[in-house]
């Protein structure tokens, strides 16, 4: 990596927008859309997404503006990206992400992150903070991508309707 580089290590890894796309219940249902604002984002707490009561079988986190991840002041190269240590998703004190199958549009796959660890009630950040935390548990990290303007999902699948109302998201802090 060459030293001219700079990672950006504010925690605000977390994208400018977030689409959620609660999925019908059925397929005569349209699906519902909730969208996130979270440009003021920047600091390491977790960000709770308040939305109506519904029940669905999947939810999906449709992430069309990524953040910027590093620049390299040089040549003006920027990589996006982002991160998630934990999404975590309620139906009232409930959290039904562990039930859920997951899928993305592409995951950075290695010892530290990896699809497999965005629901496993681990997060090196947040309330409480795990300082030390087993290899492999530092949350869901994007592919690396010089626009930001490449779109990334995340969806949650259940066999049975969900209900649910809130979703919090948990900032990951890098580890390059």
């Not at 990589?79 to 950075?108: P, Q, R, T």
């Amino acid at each position: 990596m060459p030293s001219q580089l700079r990672f950006l290590f504010d925690f605000n890894h977390q994208p400018g927008q977030i689409k959620i796309n609660l999925g019908p219940q059925s397929s005569s249902e349209p699906p519902r859309y909730v969208v996130y604002d979270n440009t003021a984002l920047s600091s390491p707490t977790p960000t709770l997404i308040d939305f109506e009561v519904c029940a669905v079988k999947s939810l999906t986190l449709e992430i069309p503006r990524l953040a910027l991840i590093s620049h390299n002041p040089q040549d003006g190269s920027s990589l996006y990206g982002c991160m998630f240590a934990e999404i975590e998703i309620y139906a009232g004190e409930v959290n039904v992400a562990h039930s859920a199958k997951l899928s993305a549009s592409d995951s950075l796959e290695r010892e530290a992150w990896g699809l497999r660890f965005l629901s496993d009630d681990r997060t090196p950040l947040g309330q409480p903070e795990i300082k030390e935390t087993p290899p492999g548990s530092r949350g869901y990290h994007s592919q690396l991508f010089d626009d930001e303007r490449t779109e990334v999902s995340v969806e949650y699948q259940w066999e049975q309707p969900q209900q649910m109302d809130a979703i919090r998201l948990h900032p990951a802090k890098p580890d390059y």
